[in-house]
């Protein structure tokens, strides 16, 4: 809690200061007609700066947060900032002539509203679903090869370069003239610009985790685990249920970093796992990964795991395809570390195939004193519960249990639309949003 209301007062906190900066060095001019357009510049020269630090998922604040939450105030705020740039933009034109450093803020603003308008296509896939152009433009995205998810990285990464624009138009404004006005110019766009190289290049140098392919284990027809080994001895402390950022370094193997659960347990010492299903360009070449292969995770992130909240009264695990992964990875370390621990696991899929490690499962079913497991598939041949993971089902499955609806921590991970759907029917349970954790695939 400490940590969250530290990071959210600094952030707020940081345009105040550079508007009080900035006023005090001329507040004859400052305190009439020039306020709000000072004021608009001020907020959204901090707010994008502050973008690139957002991108640089720093840990002591990911940690408070949860990078999915982290991530959607990152979308937010760029939004925000882009529309008080426009607005600082209109009212400031009228005050002065165009010059080469009103172009400069011009070429910022357009570079940041294409960035994010890009990042709404590729990346926002619950505005997708709700609104049809939106899944029409990403289409032709994808046929022009522009859909492609390491160049979508390079797109957004574009919005350095508009912070570069913005840096320099500052500095070229009358306010700049001020000494400490440039000097807080200055330091913002430093330790902004400190946080992005550190991200980009010295954290993958310094603090990386350098990993060796043992075995690649195909768990189905789509979904493999990478069963990697520690380059220095031992796995890095993590918490069940987290992620991290794999780079895999492979000959014909693309190095692009994806986020993917480990499906590992943190007691495991000597290795970590990651199960990965097969979804698109990159994640299709992962059965051609080669035992030997060196990669580099960024890990851990995350906030979806038990261990972090008082889960006592019993856990529901619900899972929507791949999104056993981060289940398997808290179900293997209270199979460990707490067998008397009340978990149930409901888990769908479309097809039965997509149903992986179902004899461990079952084996915990006989080795744990308070698990259940339900696997549910919208398949035909399916000879277990066929259909889709239902309000109805969720409430008749608990109380066959015995257990208490609303003292139950559900933690919920899957794709998009039935994230939405899991969600909806939690709250019109009832269910207290404190006792909902969702890890979702996109923002």
Same mark, same amino acid.
């Given at each position: 809690?400490?940590?969250?209301?530290?990071?959210?007062?600094?952030?707020?906190?940081?345009?105040?200061?550079?508007?009080?900066?900035?006023?005090? *060095?001329?507040?004859?001019?400052?305190?009439?007609?020039?306020?709000?357009? !000072?004021?608009?510049?001020?907020?959204?020269?901090?707010?994008?700066?502050?973008?690139?630090?957002?991108?640089?998922?720093?840990?002591?604040?990911?940690?408070?947060?949860?990078?999915?939450?982290?991530?959607?105030?990152? *979308? /937010? !705020?760029?939004?925000?900032?882009? %529309?008080?740039?426009?607005?600082?933009? /209109?009212?400031?034109?009228?005050?002065?002539?165009?010059?080469?450093?009103?172009?400069?803020? &011009?070429?910022?603003?357009?570079l940041f509203i294409g960035v994010s308008a890009l990042a709404l296509v590729f990346m926002a896939d619950t505005l997708i679903r709700l609104f049809r152009p939106l899944r029409w433009v990403r289409s032709l995205f994808v046929r022009l090869k522009v859909g492609k998810y390491n160049v979508q990285r390079i797109l957004h990464n574009a919005s350095v370069a508009a912070v570069v624009l913005v840096f320099v138009h500052v500095i070229l404004t009358y306010s700049a003239h001020d000494p400490l006005v440039k000097a807080f110019y200055i330091l913002y766009f430093g330790g902004a610009m400190g946080f992005y190289l550190y991200h980009?290049?010295?954290?993958?140098?310094?603090?990386?985790?350098?990993?060796?392919? @043992?075995?690649?284990?195909?768990?189905?027809?789509?979904?493999?685990?990478?069963? /990697?080994?520690?380059?220095?001895?031992?796995?890095?402390?993590?918490?069940?249920?987290?992620? =991290?950022?794999?780079?895999?370094?492979?000959?014909?193997?693309?190095? @692009? @970093?994806?986020?993917?659960?480990?499906?590992?347990?943190?007691?495991?010492?000597?290795?970590?796992? !990651?199960? %990965?299903?097969?979804?698109? &360009?990159?994640?299709?070449?992962?059965?051609?990964?080669?035992?030997?292969?060196?990669?580099?995770?960024?890990?851990?992130?995350?906030?979806?795991?038990?261990?972090?909240?008082?889960?006592?009264? =019993?856990?529901?695990?619900?899972?929507?395809?791949?999104?056993?992964?981060? !289940?398997?990875?808290?179900?293997?370390?209270?199979?460990?570390?707490?067998?008397?621990?009340?978990?149930?696991?409901?888990?769908?899929?479309?097809?039965?195939? @997509?149903?992986?490690?179902?004899?461990? $499962?079952?084996?915990?079913?006989?080795?744990?004193?308070?698990?259940?497991?339900?696997?549910?598939?919208?398949?035909?041949?399916?000879?277990?519960?066929?259909?889709?993971?239902?309000?109805?089902?969720?409430?008749?499955? $608990?109380?066959?249990?015995?257990?208490?609806?609303?003292?139950?921590?559900?933690?919920?991970?899957?794709?998009?639309?039935?994230?939405?759907?899991?969600?909806?029917? $939690?709250?019109?349970?009832?269910?207290?949003?404190?006792?909902?954790?969702?890890?979702?695939?996109? $923002?």
């Amino acid at each position: 809690m400490i940590k969250r209301i530290f990071s959210l007062a600094a952030y707020f906190l940081a345009p105040v200061l550079l508007v009080a900066v900035i006023f005090s *060095s001329n507040p004859g001019y400052y305190g009439s007609v020039g306020f709000v357009p !000072m004021v608009l510049g001020a907020v959204a020269y901090t707010l994008l700066n502050a973008q690139l630090i957002l991108s640089a998922r720093p840990k002591w604040i990911e940690s408070a947060f949860g990078l999915d939450r982290f991530y959607r105030f990152h *979308s /937010l !705020m760029a939004v925000i900032a882009i %529309i008080l740039a426009f607005a600082h933009k /209109l009212l400031e034109g009228k005050a002065f002539p165009e010059s080469f450093q009103t172009k400069l803020g &011009d070429m910022a603003l357009v570079l940041f509203i294409g960035v994010s308008a890009l990042a709404l296509v590729f990346m926002a896939d619950t505005l997708i679903r709700l609104f049809r152009p939106l899944r029409w433009v990403r289409s032709l995205f994808v046929r022009l090869k522009v859909g492609k998810y390491n160049v979508q990285r390079i797109l957004h990464n574009a919005s350095v370069a508009a912070v570069v624009l913005v840096f320099v138009h500052v500095i070229l404004t009358y306010s700049a003239h001020d000494p400490l006005v440039k000097a807080f110019y200055i330091l913002y766009f430093g330790g902004a610009m400190g946080f992005y190289l550190y991200h980009k290049i010295f954290r993958k140098l310094l603090a990386g985790k350098w990993f060796t392919v @043992e075995t690649v284990v195909p768990e189905s027809g789509s979904m493999t685990t990478l069963l /990697l080994k520690p380059q220095n001895g031992a796995v890095f402390p993590y918490l069940p249920g987290q992620f =991290g950022f794999l780079r895999v370094f492979q000959h014909g193997i693309s190095s @692009e @970093e994806h986020p993917f659960s480990i499906s590992s347990q943190p007691l495991e010492k000597e290795h970590l796992r !990651m199960t %990965i299903k097969n979804l698109g &360009d990159w994640t299709s070449g992962v059965q051609k990964i080669e035992p030997g292969s060196k990669v580099l995770l960024d890990a851990p992130y995350g906030r979806f795991s038990p261990p972090l909240y008082d889960c006592r009264e =019993g856990i529901v695990l619900i899972a929507g395809g791949v999104g056993i992964t981060p !289940m398997l990875s808290i179900l293997r370390y209270y199979a460990q570390a707490d067998r008397r621990q009340k978990i149930m696991l409901l888990w769908g899929v479309n097809r039965q195939e @997509e149903l992986i490690c179902q004899s461990e $499962l079952r084996a915990m079913e006989n080795e744990m004193e308070h698990f259940m497991f339900l696997p549910v598939a919208n398949d035909p041949g399916f000879a277990g519960k066929k259909g889709y993971i239902t309000r109805e089902l969720v409430e008749r499955t $608990l109380r066959e249990q015995n257990a208490d609806i609303q003292k139950q921590h559900y933690f919920f991970c899957g794709p998009a639309p039935m994230w939405a759907s899991i969600r909806k029917n $939690l709250k019109t349970m009832g269910i207290r949003e404190r006792m909902i954790h969702a890890e979702r695939f996109s $923002l």
